[in-house]
């Protein structure tokens, strides 16, 4: 099998290329990391991965890091097969890559902060603080205000179709549904429905299926 | 003239735009955009750019904003015109999409905090806080460890050649090379060398320029 992916299923970047993986339905070996015992710290994944973090991709000698350009790299490469993820459109490739844009500046620094306080802390026992959480939920929910006003507009972030701007943001924002933060998505309309559609696609739900399982 | 740039000179987003357009050899119209009266925070411009920052882009009926979309952009449309900075070939490109990556998800949020503290407060006549600048700056230092590794291996950044994934790294270089900061870089040779190829190219001494203008 040539793809491998060596990560951990709790770790959102590694969701982000699972769900990739699992929207062109390409078969690959999946290499788990354990975060727990530090295993990411060590070699050989350090040579792997510089930065020292999940996920490390390899597609027969492609050797790749950093979860959104593997995203990218898989969209481009196997195209033709299963959900298309991008266009050739320059144009609207230009609009998928704002929104790919707005997802890794704006609504991941904000939302991750909080997925730390609300979902990490409580499994490592730690005390959430809900002064950053208060912080942090003002933040998102400017961001949000954005993405309703978006969505208002197009059915999907990146335009008429699903695309890498909509799947980037499936890992956090199927960890916020489980945390006090879902009121912020629940109460823009049509952010709600965005979030209903692309957390309920059978290619997210193998990932989902793939977390509980371990 | 189909393409307008509204910006500000000293933001690094709109340079990084400008940089673009120039390696590009593209014709543009700029637009001042006066962020010291808060233009940027006003109609028409809000409604341009939902997040109210430069840059704004036009090419005829295509809006966008996202200075790292905008590049993105004119790399892929005008792929013919001028310096390549990307490739046709799926496996390179994917390599330039990490250092892109990279840039945005590690270096820019480390080195921007600095940029803010040792460029803009001063400017401001505000003080700087020095507990910041050694935090961001051993940050910084872990960061550019892993580039001195990948430049002794590569002459830029993405592969062989001068790409986005180097361009994307101007402005934040270039305000860097007149602080303290400029210590990290010289003292790492490969990063050394990088530094002043980058920042000697005739597209960035255009836009240097321009930035000495205003």
Redesign the interface.
Do not use: G
């Given at each position: 099998m040539a793809i491998k992916v060596h990560g951990h299923p709790i770790s959102g970047s590694t969701q982000r290329v699972l769900a990739t993986l699992a929207e062109k339905g390409l078969d690959y070996e999946f290499v788990f990391v354990d975060l727990a015992t530090g295993q990411h710290k060590t070699e050989p994944f350090v040579s792997l991965n510089?930065?020292a973090q999940v996920p490390f991709f390899e597609d027969g000698d492609?050797k790749?890091?950093?979860s959104?350009?593997?995203t990218?790299?898989l969209a481009?490469?196997y195209a033709d097969k299963g959900t298309p993820l991008i266009t050739h459109d320059?144009?609207k490739?230009?609009?998928i890559?704002?929104w790919?844009?707005?997802e890794?500046?704006?609504c991941e620094?904000q939302a991750s902060k909080l997925c730390y306080e609300l979902v990490i802390k409580p499994m490592l026992s730690l005390p959430t603080d809900e002064a950053i959480v208060a912080h942090q939920e003002e933040k998102l929910s400017e961001v949000l205000d954005?993405y309703e006003?978006?969505l208002a507009q197009s059915k999907y972030l990146g335009g008429d179709f699903f695309t890498l701007a909509d799947l980037h943001h499936l890992p956090i924002v199927n960890y916020m549904m489980g945390t006090k933060i879902k009121a912020l998505f629940d109460e823009r309309p049509h952010v709600n429905t965005w979030c209903a559609d692309i957390l309920a696609r059978p290619a997210w739900q193998k990932v989902v299926a793939m977390m509980k399982h371990r």
């Open positions: 510089p930065f492609l790749l890091f950093e959104r350009a593997i990218q790299y481009h490469k320059s144009n490739m230009a609009i890559s704002v790919t844009q707005v890794a500046q704006r620094p954005v006003a978006r």
